[in-house]
């Protein structure tokens, strides 16, 4: 399995950035898809995750300014940053999570790949 992301780079504040992810290797079909980030010194953070179904969750710090989207054809994910903040700087990981119970957390649940990472920055 590779997820490959890319669409970082650097942007002033308020600007916006779209994060792309292929995902290969095998059917995500039953995979939620999903972008965490981390900034140096930091622990790694939950920004958005999709259900296949098209059921999104956001980390609170990003919420009404990130989009995620999915294209199940094409195994993609994407992440449109909006409104972007210095904060927002950080390396930003793909990942798919391997859906197992029918309630689902997309926020904690256990995530089985992960990309390479591609970096943000935002300036003031």
């Known amino acids: 399995v590779q997820l490959q992301a890319s669409g970082g780079g650097s942007v002033q504040a308020g600007g916006s950035l779209r994060l792309s992810c292929a995902a290969s290797g095998r059917s995500f079909g039953s995979y939620a898809l999903g972008w965490f980030r981390q900034a140096p010194g930091e622990d790694r953070e939950f920004v958005a995750a999709i259900m296949w179904s098209g059921g999104t969750d956001y980390g609170y710090s990003v919420k009404g300014r990130f989009s995620i989207s999915r294209d199940n054809a094409k195994n993609m994910v994407y992440l449109q940053m909006n409104g972007l903040k210095p904060e927002d700087t950080a390396v930003y990981y793909c990942?798919?999570?391997?859906?197992?119970?029918?309630?689902?957390?997309?926020?904690?649940?256990?995530?089985?790949?992960w990309g390479q990472g591609t970096l943000v920055t935002v300036s003031s």
């Open positions: 990942t798919a999570g391997a859906i197992r119970s029918i309630v689902v957390d997309l926020r904690r649940m256990k995530y089985d790949y």
